[in-house]
T-cell receptor
Framework: DTAVSQTPKYLVTQMGNDKSIKCEQN?????MYWYKQDSKKFLKIMFS???????INETVPNRFSPKSPDKAHLNLHINSLELGDSAVYFC????????????FGQGTRLTVV | TQLLEQSPQFLSIQEGENLTVYCNSS?????LQWYRQEPGEGPVLLVT?????EVKKLKRLTFQFGDARKDSSLHITAAQPGDTGLYLC???????????????FGQGTILTVHP
């Protein structure tokens, strides 16, 4: 059983399009995240949700809109895609109070052409 | 803004050699994690250290948290080709007494172990 699963694994799309990435975790964790990994492998947090509530928004453009229908799911919708959005996006989850170890999904490689 | 400086960025060694990766910050972290990431996969947690001066061992890997909880090191003894991968340190913070798990990552170390 995959602990944190995200789909799709690869996404190639044209500039200006809107796309979504879905994430689900079966670990029973309260907290979920979206991270962005750039071409130099640097991982940076984008959003954090705790029990469906937005907790962290790290100055991400408002073209990026996360949605958490329940604490096991955190989706990411991106409007008006730009070339600079090309990266690998990772969903992750962790136990809420006092523990920050993150369990990551396999990543979604987004390529904007 | 909390920053983690990880070094070296690249490491290419022969099988059997020892190596150390460093992770330094001017900020204090409540915990420090080390992750390993293979191509096409997400980072996988190796260890968490939470106490200043703590040392943890995982087979040939030794992790140390600095006394002031600002720095950490990962030492691999007798490296093997299977150790090849991207190693990431990440500092965790507790915000306002309740942790939402924000992690600040170092830039990563790409380790290649040649047979």
């Amino acid at each position: 059983d995959t602990a944190v699963s995200q789909t799709p694994k690869y996404l190639v799309t044209q500039m200006g399009n809107d796309k979504s990435i879905k994430c689900e975790q079966n670990l029973g964790h309260d907290t979920m995240y979206w991270y962005k990994q750039d071409s130099k492998k640097f991982l940076k947090i984008m959003f954090s949700y705790n029990n469906k509530e937005l907790i962290i928004n790290e100055t991400v453009p408002n073209r990026f809109s996360p949605k958490s229908p329940d604490k096991a799911h955190l989706n990411l919708h991106i409007n008006s895609l730009e070339l600079g959005d090309s990266a690998v996006y990772f969903c992750a989850s962790s136990q809420g109070a006092g523990r920050a170890e993150a369990f990551f999904g396999q990543g979604t490689r987004l390529t904007v052409v | 803004t909390q920053l983690l400086e990880q070094s070296p960025q690249f490491l290419s060694i022969q099988e059997g050699e020892n190596l150390t990766v460093y992770c330094n910050s001017s900020s204090v972290f409540s915990s420090l994690q080390w992750y390993r990431q293979e191509p096409g996969e997400g980072p996988v947690l190796l260890v968490t250290v939470v106490t200043g001066g703590e040392v943890k061992k995982l087979k040939r890997l030794t992790f140390q948290f600095g006394d002031a909880r600002k720095d950490s090191s990962l030492h691999i003894t007798a490296a093997q080709p299977g150790d090849t991968g991207l190693y990431l340190c990440a500092g965790g913070l507790n915000a306002g007494g309740t942790s939402y798990g924000k992690l600040t990552f170092g830039q990563g170390t790409i380790l290649t172990v040649h047979p």
